[in-house]
């Protein structure tokens, strides 16, 4: 019988597989903190993990661990090496995401080319000539670059073009043909793109590398444009995003991830009015949340039922993934 760690709030309709799936215990711990469940890993054969981190220090302190279900599709957070070397795979849940992920993006957008939240707040303070102020713009006939042009990427083209913007994209590893197939312009320099750019919107994997829109990237970004970022938090310089708008270089930005999260109190960001921020919800709609659930649940039952998709596996090339079959000759070491 395998025993599961539930790392962080499941959707009931995850926990409804789990309670359903014979021969399977598992343990909810709802926080969604290392130190929260880090006093349950030791009897776990599986976790299923939400946002927060998963170290080597961790791993090795839960010697049944086999598999790890990763409750979306980033893994910034978790120590793929020290998995590996157990012969331990890390899963994602694959294409769930991308929809709610999107329609947030737009979200950002619009709500701050807007004002949203400051006509908002305005109109509850009885400030109603804040409209007279003519400082909100319009997605129509503007020029978005999205940079990274994955599944989310291209859904956000889909929906940007309704709104009828014309849709640039950079990215490196994705041909100019197959973004032809979107209606998308490729981009191949990243700074003249950002020069030509009302909206630039980010959807990227994760760096350690310094970001991707750093202080450079924000001086070549059009004047008076807006940044959009619900990929990674470390993909920005936040420190350089926040003078630039504080200097009215950009006029706005929408954040939904940041490089500490949640970020800390006194955070410049966090009291600069040109920013609208979202705790990292992009994909925590109702619906979303249900498939994430679902789909990191599946994952587990699948691993030890010998069926896991390989696709779905982060270091597949390296590991066993199902329990006993070799991957490449080799044998998973529990």
């Given at each position: 019988m395998a025993h599961i760690l539930v790392a962080g709030k499941l959707?009931?309709?995850?926990?409804?597989?789990?309670?359903?799936?014979?021969?399977?215990?598992?343990?909810?711990?709802?926080?969604?903190?290392?130190?929260?469940?880090?006093?349950?890993?030791?009897?776990?054969?599986?976790?299923?993990?939400r946002t927060q981190p998963m170290t080597a220090e961790v791993i090795a302190a839960a010697p049944n661990l086999k598999i790890v279900s990763r409750h979306g599709v980033g893994y910034d957070a978790v120590d793929v090496k020290a998995l590996t070397a157990r012969g331990i795979p890390l899963c994602i849940v694959g294409d769930v995401n991308s929809r709610a992920v999107a329609e947030h993006t737009l979200m950002l957008m619009l709500a701050t080319a807007r004002k949203a939240a400051q006509h908002d707040a305005a109109v509850r303070k009885g400030e109603w000539n804040i409209r007279n102020r003519f400082e909100t713009v319009e997605l129509d006939g503007k020029n978005l670059l999205l940079v990274g042009f994955g599944r989310i990427g291209r859904r956000v083209a889909e929906l940007a073009r309704a709104f009828g913007m014309a849709v640039s994209a950079y990215d490196p590893f994705v041909k100019p043909e197959a973004m032809a197939k979107h209606g998308v312009?490729?981009?191949?320099?990243?700074?003249?793109?950002?020069?030509?750019?009302?909206?630039?919107?980010?959807?990227?994997?994760?760096?350690t590398a310094g970001g991707v829109i750093r202080e450079e990237e924000i001086?070549?970004?059009?004047?008076?444009?807006?940044?959009?970022?619900?990929?990674?938090?470390?993909?920005?310089?936040?420190?350089?995003?926040?003078?630039?708008?504080?200097?009215?270089?950009?006029?706005?930005?929408?954040?939904?991830?940041?490089?500490?999260?949640?970020?800390?109190?006194?955070?410049?960001?966090?009291?600069?009015?040109?920013?609208?921020?979202?705790?990292?919800?992009?994909?925590?709609?109702?619906?979303?949340?249900?498939?994430?659930?679902?789909?990191?649940?599946?994952?587990?039952?699948d691993y030890f039922a010998g069926r896991l998709d390989p696709a779905l596996v982060i270091n597949a090339a390296e590991v066993a993934i199902s329990p006993g079959r070799p991957q490449n000759g080799r044998v998973t070491r529990q």
């Amino acid at each position: 019988m395998a025993h599961i760690l539930v790392a962080g709030k499941l959707h009931a309709a995850g926990l409804e597989r789990l309670k359903a799936a014979p021969d399977m215990t598992f343990t909810l711990v709802d926080e969604i903190s290392l130190d929260s469940y880090l006093p349950h890993v030791g009897m776990a054969d599986a976790v299923i993990l939400r946002t927060q981190p998963m170290t080597a220090e961790v791993i090795a302190a839960a010697p049944n661990l086999k598999i790890v279900s990763r409750h979306g599709v980033g893994y910034d957070a978790v120590d793929v090496k020290a998995l590996t070397a157990r012969g331990i795979p890390l899963c994602i849940v694959g294409d769930v995401n991308s929809r709610a992920v999107a329609e947030h993006t737009l979200m950002l957008m619009l709500a701050t080319a807007r004002k949203a939240a400051q006509h908002d707040a305005a109109v509850r303070k009885g400030e109603w000539n804040i409209r007279n102020r003519f400082e909100t713009v319009e997605l129509d006939g503007k020029n978005l670059l999205l940079v990274g042009f994955g599944r989310i990427g291209r859904r956000v083209a889909e929906l940007a073009r309704a709104f009828g913007m014309a849709v640039s994209a950079y990215d490196p590893f994705v041909k100019p043909e197959a973004m032809a197939k979107h209606g998308v312009r490729p981009a191949a320099d990243l700074a003249k793109a950002l020069g030509c750019a009302d909206y630039v919107s980010l959807h990227m994997p994760g760096t350690t590398a310094g970001g991707v829109i750093r202080e450079e990237e924000i001086k070549a970004m059009k004047p008076g444009a807006i940044l959009v970022n619900a990929a990674r938090g470390g993909l920005v310089d936040e420190a350089a995003l926040d003078r630039a708008l504080r200097g009215g270089r950009l006029a706005g930005a929408g954040l939904d991830v940041f490089r500490a999260e949640p970020p800390a109190a006194g955070d410049p960001l966090l009291a600069n009015d040109r920013v609208l921020l979202s705790p990292h919800a992009a994909g925590l709609t109702a619906e979303c949340a249900a498939r994430m659930a679902v789909a990191s649940v599946q994952n587990v039952l699948d691993y030890f039922a010998g069926r896991l998709d390989p696709a779905l596996v982060i270091n597949a090339a390296e590991v066993a993934i199902s329990p006993g079959r070799p991957q490449n000759g080799r044998v998973t070491r529990q």
